[in-house]
Nanobody, 124 residues
Framework: QVQLVESGGGSVQAGGSLGLSCAAS????????MGWFRQAPGKEREGVAA???????SYADSVKGRFTISQDNTKNTLYLQMNSLKPEDTAMYYC??????????????????WGQGTQVTVSA
């Protein structure tokens, strides 16, 4: 059974930094896309950053240069380092995993598994 468990959300002032982690268990696919999505109140869920099994990365335009996605395969953990945070980054952030590794623009397609989400709040 695949489980994705996020941690590291919280509240920060604009310009600050936060790091998110996603511990994955039970996921054994050799070809994959793993990524971070976010959903703000009243808005659709959007892809933020994605990474594949080769370590290639992709970002949404809104976070390029500020967010960094990475993975530690020895720990089965996905990370998202968020710097220069803005109030518009406020959202619930979700970890996601998709078989096959299809992705673009910071979005993994055909997500098979979701984490429960962690809240990020950025105050002005």
């Amino acid at each position: 059974q695949v489980q994705l468990v996020e941690s590291g959300g919280g509240s920060v002032q604009a310009g600050g930094s936060l790091g998110l982690s996603c511990a994955a268990s039970g996921y054994t696919y050799s070809s994959y896309c793993m990524g971070w999505f976010r959903q703000a109140p009243g808005k659709e869920r959007e892809g933020v950053a994605a990474i594949d099994e080769h370590g290639s990365t992709s970002y949404a335009d809104s976070v390029k240069g500020r967010f960094t996605i990475s993975q530690d395969n020895t720990k089965n953990t996905l990370y998202l380092q968020m710097n220069s945070l803005k109030p518009e980054d406020t959202a619930m952030y979700y970890c996601a995993a998709a078989h096959g590794g299809s992705w673009s623009g910071g979005t993994c397609y055909d997500v098979n598994y979701w984490g429960q989400g962690t809240q990020v709040t950025v105050s002005a």
